[in-house]
Nanobody
């Protein structure tokens, strides 16, 4: 069983940047495809980005494409989400997720393991 812990959230002005981290323990992240989702209160969890086990497939939602970058460092058992040019509509709780497959998916229900979330607030 893998445990995931996110960090790096906070308050940032529009146009600013943040880097989220998700550290895994319990098992090596090499076994998993990884993803980031976000959720606003009262809304469904929304796909943001994913990265395949080999790192070569990285789909993004249209709303973040060109601004966010997902990456992984298996030697540190960590995945990252670099968020640039942040907008107020990016405000949400961000969750990292893992699935035991070499293939990525964009549906939250396809992911078996979740972190507790980290809040990102974009406001002036």
């Amino acid at each position: 069983q893998v445990q995931l812990v996110e960090s790096g959230g906070g308050l940032v002005q529009p146009g600013g940047s943040l880097r989220l981290s998700c550290v895994a323990s319990g098992r090596t992240l090499r076994l998993y495809s990884l993803a980031w989702f976000r959720q606003e209160p009262g809304k469904e969890r929304e796909f943001v980005a994913a990265i395949s086990r080999d790192g070569f497939t990285t789909p993004y939602s249209d709303s973040v494409k060109g601004r966010f970058t997902i990456s992984r460092d298996d030697s540190k058992n960590t995945q990252y989400l670099q968020m640039n040019s942040l907008k107020p509509e990016d405000t949400a709780a961000y969750f990292c997720a893992a699935r035991t497959s070499m293939f990525v998916q964009i549906k939250a229900s396809d992911y078996e393991h979740w972190g507790q979330g980290t809040q990102v607030t974009v406001s002036s």
